[in-house]
């Protein structure tokens, strides 16, 4: 089976640190998803890749970063964590032709 | 109005019925999802489907794309079912985006 393995499950941060949640798929999926899901809001893309060194704006990019090195991996960064950025972060992949695998979320608290 | 709505938003269910969960979307698609989400955790992708039905062991998921609507049925209801459903589509100039529903909560009483 696929597996997208994202780093913490849970993730608390100060206001200001800079904050990374890594991704890691398993399968050379060329696409990969950042979203964050927020009650009443549902999911909102953030940032994808579609291949190494390339990223596209979602919906929500304001305060996000991302960096995709190799094509296993992807991060999110946010440079200064504001406790508006506490959310539950998903992470996503799929190949060209085939549906989504979901990793299981990181839930980080800004304080 | 949403591109993908869902309903209902709020499902309560005794073990052993039948549950449907609907899905209507108002853009082109290329393909839909139904995903699953437990309390606390990531979310699991139980079909996709751009025509006709699926079927997995007590899940059954139909589309009709003339209709731009989809249904995902549960036979025999059990409370680990207990979780949110979202429909998402893979819109048709979309690219690899994913749209959502807002997701129905559904709790399976024993």
């Known amino acids: 089976d696929v597996k997208v393995t994202q780093s913490s499950r849970y993730l608390v941060k100060r206001t200001g640190e800079k904050v990374f949640l890594e991704c890691v798929q398993d399968?050379?999926?060329?696409?990969m998803f950042w979203y964050r899901q927020d009650p009443g809001l549902g999911l909102r893309l953030i940032y994808f890749s579609y291949d190494v060194k390339m990223k596209e704006k979602g919906d929500i990019p304001e305060g996000y970063s991302v960096s995709r090195e190799k094509k296993e991996r992807f991060s999110l960064i946010l440079e200064s964590a504001s406790t508006n950025q506490t959310s539950m972060y998903l992470c996503?992949?799929?190949?060209?032709?085939?549906?989504?695998?979901f990793g299981s979320g990181t839930r980080l608290t800004v304080v | 109005k949403n591109e993908v709505e869902q309903s209902p938003q709020n499902l309560t269910a005794q073990e052993g019925e039948f549950i449907t969960i609907n899905c209507s979307y108002s853009v082109g698609i290329s393909a839909l999802h139904w995903l699953q989400q437990h309390p606390g955790g990531g979310i699991v992708s139980l079909f996709m489907l751009s025509s006709g039905k699926k079927k997995h062991g007590r899940l059954i998921a139909t589309i009709n794309i003339q209709e731009k609507h989809s249904s995902l049925h549960i036979t025999a209801s059990h409370p680990r079912d207990s979780a949110v459903y979202i429909c998402?589509?893979?819109?048709?100039?979309?690219?690899?985006?994913?749209?959502f529903g807002e997701g129905t909560q559904l709790t399976v009483n024993p």
């Open positions: 996503a992949s799929r190949p060209y032709l085939y549906g989504y695998t």
């Open positions: 399968m050379d999926h060329e696409n």
């Open positions: 998402a589509v893979w819109g048709e100039t979309s690219g690899s985006r994913l749209t």
